[in-house]
């Protein structure tokens, strides 16, 4: 597959434990966050956003929390599974037609 | 199926010959993006359409050009590569500007220009 990023930060987490994938914006302006998940060779796929007026949103087996306090955004992947295993991007933006800034990535290997 | 497709997949040239890498989507969307990656940098983008014959500038134009003359298609024209554009390339689409959020990317173009 395609090498998206060969220094990635890296958590490898059993299979069927939970996963917390974090990152910090610089941007207190903000008023989106985003998470893609990259698989090898693919393209980013969407996964979950929130807006800077919520510190909680939940999908189906993620969660994204929001500290502006400190900027930080956090995924959580619920009973991880082999196929989460990929690239994940947070990525930010303002409100408008303003374009994502993405961040530069963390590699999540699942054990099984 | 919706999808967007990208080619080439795969493209290897030389400085200074023109190149296009095309970018079609079929689900109807009015916002249209290019993206490169690279180890370290994450993906900055390029250029982006918010509709028909409506393009701008992203983080990173230079080098690049654009067009938007119908919805679906959204080509990258590099008039003439240099070896710093060497990259991962993605083409992406969503519904309209006011759902940037959710980016619907194609599979990538692996260029390299030597």
């Known amino acids: 597959g395609e090498s998206v990023g060969l220094h990635l930060p890296t958590l490898s987490v059993q299979e069927g434990d939970n996963s917390i994938i974090n990152c910090a914006y610089s941007?207190?302006?903000?008023?989106?966050f985003i998470w893609y998940k990259q698989e090898s060779g693919k393209g980013p796929q969407f996964i979950i956003d929130?807006?800077?007026?919520?510190d909680k949103r939940q999908g189906q087996r993620v969660t994204v929390l929001l500290n502006k306090t400190v900027k930080h955004l956090s995924l959580q992947i619920a009973a991880t599974q082999p196929g989460d295993s990929a690239v994940y991007f947070c990525?930010?933006?303002?409100?408008?037609?303003?374009?994502?800034?993405f961040g530069k990535g963390t590699r999540l290997s699942v054990i099984a | 199926e919706a999808q967007v497709t990208q080619n080439p997949r795969y493209l290897i040239t030389v400085t200074g010959k023109k190149l296009t890498v095309t970018c079609s989507q079929n689900?109807?969307?009015?916002?249209m993006s290019w993206y490169r990656q690279d180890p370290g940098l994450g993906l900055r983008q390029i250029y982006y359409s918010m509709n028909v014959e409506v393009t701008d500038k992203g983080d990173v134009p230079e080098g690049y050009k654009v067009s938007r003359k119908e919805k679906r298609n959204f080509p990258l024209i590099l008039e003439s590569p240099s070896p710093n554009q060497t990259s991962l390339y993605f083409c992406a689409c969503s519904f309209s500007s006011g759902s940037i959020n959710e980016q619907f990317f194609g599979p990538g173009t692996r260029l390299t220009v030597l």
């Open positions: 941007n207190s302006a903000s008023d989106y």
């Open positions: 990525a930010e933006r303002n409100s408008g037609n303003t374009p994502l800034v």
């Open positions: 929130i807006r800077s007026n919520m």
């Open positions: 689900m109807n969307h009015e916002y």
